[in-house]
């Protein structure tokens, strides 16, 4: 079995592994490579790989990562403040959420779904790959600041739509 330790910073690649989401957040994982190789990640914790990243095996050889085609719900609305009104509520339920350019895409949920339909959006389901925002926690989750950052997400949010 192949055993992979560590990122790197190398495009060139001589194998891929397509993964969801779901397993690009764990740290210890048994897989196989797109060729079939076994191959066993042994990451550092807390670390979600994205599409694009790469990783050395113990014998040397890079390993692309690709985010693999998952079903999600993609949500649309009819003006930028419902949009934005949409994510806030997945995002204080603590959703993860990839952001597009007029849309939101999650996991597939369908009480989720007909929240978002309470509030406007047109919900419906693609195939894609899933990269949600990494968040303003990616570093760690800590809440004792937020009040000053919301309050500033806020307010640039009312000039905006005062332009």
């Keep these: ?30 897989t196989k490579l797109a060729s079939g190789e076994e191959a066993g990640l042994f990451l550092e914790h807390g670390s979600v790989l994205r599409g694009g990243d790469c990783l050395r095996a113990n014998d040397g050889r890079v390993v692309r990562i690709v985010a693999a085609n998952e079903e999600l719900m993609e949500a649309k609305c009819a003006t930028p403040f419902e949009l934005v009104r949409a994510a806030y509520h997945l995002g204080n339920r603590h959703v993860p959420v990839q952001i597009g350019d007029g849309w939101l895409r999650f996991q597939a949920d369908e009480v989720l779904a007909q929240m978002l339909r309470g509030l406007k959006a047109t919900v419906g389901k693609v195939t894609a790959p899933f990269e949600p925002e990494a968040g303003a926690y990616a570093g760690g989750h800590h809440h004792h600041s937020m009040d000053a950052k919301h309050s500033g997400i806020i307010h640039e949010f009312r000039d905006f739509k005062k332009k």
């Design 1 to 30: 079995m192949l055993v992979i330790e560590s990122r790197c910073a190398e495009a060139a690649h001589q194998e891929e592994l397509s993964l969801p989401f779901e397993l690009r957040q764990k740290s210890r994982l048994r």
